[in-house]
């Protein structure tokens, strides 16, 4: 079929999910810091476990405790590699097969990326080097705006060739009449980052407080550097999470390049990257929400929409890991919810509350396992892109 994508919700035809295969690590440095900074702060549980099931009751704890920076940074590589327990891959692997089949058995072509090879394991640019990761939160970097294909300039730099694995697909929807475009790469210096966020929104940046970046010749100071999962998408309309100066960059690229067919509305700080664990659209004039305040701060029109405020989810929806474990999403991370219908919905099955919360709303729930969410950054619409879905063009703005 066609490339066409306008929204979240409308029938979904075509899809791709990702892949997990040969993830052997996550790798610590300056660009995965700041990119998890909200979460490497505030989400890390503490040693000390609290008495409540309750997850709201749990006190933020400063992450660095048990996170440190990396102190080599001024006299070394400035690099860690954390590795992954393989029980944990297998068990995601199996996890993303059912969510596969699950999409197939509602009617879903489903797709998915060229699996990374295990003996890749390093990306080198003229500017830095960093252990590459598989193609798993398939959404970031590649946005669908109707029948155009945009890479986005990436973020972390484990993930800078990511899209080199979604080649031949977007190739087929090229020769099929799709439009594509790559935003311009970084070179993703340590100067390329804007750390202002990091420096004000929260106590303590990412870890320990963030220096100055090392200088580098390929300096050519911020740079445009932005995930789709920043984009909430509706038909003609796309809301746009700004909280950096690469950010807004990388925003008034697509301003300028949708200019005629697309408007783009910014939202200030509302995360520090993705705003699909804060905010998504379920079907025109419904949003599911984190809060209120996350409603309260999205553009007027979509303050009119009614919202279903997710619950607060409970300590034992989740699996305890080793303290060494490194926690990289919030407790909310169930709200990254895939909508295959605007009745019908695909939910972690281990977010009952959730579940029941949607049901009431009279939603069709599809209730789909995945386990290991905190440890991989992302939930069931993180690991999927639609690419053929019924909706068009619509204005549901005036």
């Known amino acids: 079929m066609r490339l066409n994508s306008f929204d979240e919700w409308s029938p979904l035809r075509e899809v791709v999910v990702g892949s997990a295969e040969n993830y052997v690590s996550h790798e610590r440095e300056l660009s995965f810091d700041l990119f998890f900074h909200d979460n490497l702060v505030q989400d890390n549980p503490s040693r000390r476990k609290p008495s409540t099931t309750d997850l709201s009751a749990a006190p933020p704890c400063r992450s660095e405790w048990y996170y440190p920076r990396l102190k080599t940074r001024r006299g070394g590589s400035g690099r860690q590699r954390l590795p992954v327990a393989q029980r944990y891959v297998d068990e995601l692997n199996e996890d993303l097969e059912g969510l596969a089949d ?170 520090d990257s993705h705003i699909d664990s804060m905010v998504l659209a379920l079907r025109p004039g419904l949003l599911l929400v984190r809060s209120a305040a996350v409603a309260d701060a999205l553009p007027p029109a979509l303050r009119r929409w009614d919202r279903i405020v997710a619950p607060t989810p409970r300590r034992n929806d989740f699996p305890r890991y080793e303290d060494d474990a490194l926690i990289l999403t919030s407790p909310f991370i169930d709200l990254n919810v895939l909508s295959v219908a605007p009745d019908t919905v695909l939910v972690n099955e281990a977010s009952p509350e959730l579940i029941r919360t949607l049901e009431e709303a009279k939603f069709t729930v599809v209730p789909v396992r995945h386990r290991h969410r905190r440890l991989f950054g992302g939930g069931f619409h993180c690991f999927t892109l639609d690419t053929v879905r019924e909706g068009g063009p619509e204005d549901y703005f005036t």
């Open 102 to 271: 699950t999409l197939s058995s509602l009617g879903v072509t489903v797709h998915r990326p060229l699996p990374l090879p295990p003996d890749t394991a390093e990306v080198t640019t003229p500017a830095w080097s960093a252990s590459v990761v598989p193609p798993l939160n398939i959404r970031d970097n590649t946005l669908i705006v109707g029948d155009e294909i945009i890479e986005t300039p990436p973020m972390i730099r484990s993930r800078y060739f990511e899209t080199q694995l979604l080649k031949p697909l977007f190739q087929a929807y090229f020769s099929r009449g799709a439009r594509w475009s790559v935003m311009p790469r970084p070179l993703m210096t340590d100067a390329s980052f804007d750390l202002s966020y990091v420096r004000t929104a929260t106590a303590g940046g990412p870890t320990e407080p963030v220096g100055e970046p090392r200088p580098s010749p390929w300096d050519v100071g911020v740079e445009m550097m932005f995930d789709a999962a920043q984009c909430l998408r509706l038909g003609r309309d796309i809301v746009a999470n700004v909280s950096t100066e690469h950010h807004a960059l990388a925003v008034s690229w697509l301003e300028r390049h949708l200019v005629g067919r697309f408007r783009v509305h910014r939202v200030h700080q509302l995360s």
